[in-house]
């Protein structure tokens, strides 16, 4: 299994990216795919999941309405388009996947496939 990030760098705060992860060697079928992220010092934390079986999101409140996450049609590759981003959201941002609803995908413990993590820092 394989989770490879793209996308990230440094942007201005109100800014945008896009990053992007290539799934091979993993079904996606009746997984849930996401994006975490750890800010320096802190623990990693779930910032938004989409489950394959009926394409539910599931968003952290502190992205709500700023980040979207969508997959394409193939379902090998995921996105989390980032708006109107904050300072607060510099971080590594990590790929995360496995075989749980989209409610458990926010209980890191139960993510048993990563990617290696792409930086993201948005300037004040």
């Known amino acids: 299994v394989q989770l490879v990030e793209s996308g990230g760098g440094l942007v201005q705060a109100g800014g945008s990216l896009r990053l992007s992860c290539a799934v091979s060697?993993?079904?996606?079928?009746?997984?849930?795919i996401g994006w975490y992220r750890q800010p320096p010092g802190q623990e990693r934390e779930g910032v938004a999941c989409?489950?394959?079986?009926?394409?539910?999101?599931y968003y952290a409140d502190s992205v709500k309405g700023r980040f979207t996450i969508s997959n394409d049609n193939a379902k090998t590759t995921v996105y989390l388009q980032m708006n109107s981003l904050k300072p607060e959201d510099t971080a590594v941002y990590y790929c995360g996947a496995d075989y749980v609803d989209g409610i458990s995908w926010f209980v890191p413990g139960l993510i048993s496939y990563w990617g290696q993590g792409v930086q993201v820092t948005v300037s004040s």
């Open positions: 989409i489950s394959s079986g009926d394409g539910s999101t």
């Open positions: 060697g993993f079904t996606f079928d009746y997984a849930t």
